[in-house]
């Protein structure tokens, strides 16, 4: 069963910066493509970025193209995600899972772009 934690969320202004990180336990990290997911109020829950177990394939939803990026440090078995001129549509609680998903959910980071 893998446990995963997400830190680094809080509240910024538009065009501000976070950087978001997910420590992983049990399970194979190495292997999975992992991803980064948000929920905003009211929505469903939406994958941001995706990184294969090698960091070879990349990829990120359209509404956050150039402005996010997402890494992994195998060695550490966490995942981040660099999050610059955010707006007040990324506001949601950020996930981290492995890509497709599983059932292992953690309780995510709060992320609030205000002013």
């Known amino acids: 069963q893998v446990q995963l934690v997400e830190s680094g969320g809080g509240s910024v202004q538009p065009g501000g910066s976070l950087r978001l990180s997910c420590a992983a336990s049990g399970g194979a990290f190495r292997l999975y493509t992992m991803g980064w997911y948000r929920q905003a109020p009211g929505k469903q829950r939406e994958l941001v970025a995706s990184?294969?177990?090698?960091?070879?394939?990349?990829n990120y939803a359209d509404s956050v193209k150039g402005r996010f990026t997402i890494s992994r440090d195998n060695a550490n078995n966490t995942v981040n995600l660099q999050m610059n001129s955010l707006k007040p549509e990324d506001t949601a609680v950020y996930y981290c899972n492995r890509f497709p998903s599983t059932n292992s959910w953690g309780r995510g980071t709060q992320v609030t772009v205000s002013s």
């Open positions: 990184i294969s177990g090698g960091s070879v394939i990349i």
